[in-house]
């Protein structure tokens, strides 16, 4: 933005278009998810990177807070940054990428043990509501 050290990709921009433009900015990021492959980057910095253009379009998506959200989460920039760290460092990146896999994994098992509680209260509380328990 012209006075200000506040840079404007093109992805904010083209989210600006309802729908089509955020479904741009998800092909468009894709190709960078291609050249991870290609880079041969571990499967959980490509997970990184696949759920950065995930959250970055679904979120996008949104109108008004979606182009908000698109001025300030780069993806494509930290998708960019994830793929410098592998080439720069690919065992540093591997590291990283075991932490980013356990906190998943952690993250998956809260959630889960969440559901199972909440299954558990709302079973009880559907028997008490049934036969008067």
Request: with cysteine.
């Amino acid at each position: 933005m012209p006075g200000t050290s506040v840079r404007i990709g093109l992805d904010p921009i083209l989210g600006l278009v309802p729908g089509l433009g955020d479904a741009l900015g998800a092909l468009l990021a894709a190709w960078l998810l291609i050249e991870g492959i290609r880079l041969g980057a571990s499967a959980a910095t490509l997970a990184r990177m696949a759920g950065n253009i995930a959250l970055d379009c679904v979120v996008g998506a949104i109108p008004l807070l979606g182009d908000a959200f698109d001025f300030v989460w780069k993806a494509n920039l930290k998708n960019v940054s994830l793929l410098e760290q592998h080439a720069i460092d690919p065992g540093g990146a591997r590291k990283r990428d075991r932490l980013f896999v356990a906190v998943l994994v952690g993250a998956v098992i809260a959630v889960a043990a969440a559901l199972l509680a909440g299954s558990v209260v709302l079973t009880a509380w559907l028997l008490r509501i049934l036969f008067g328990a």
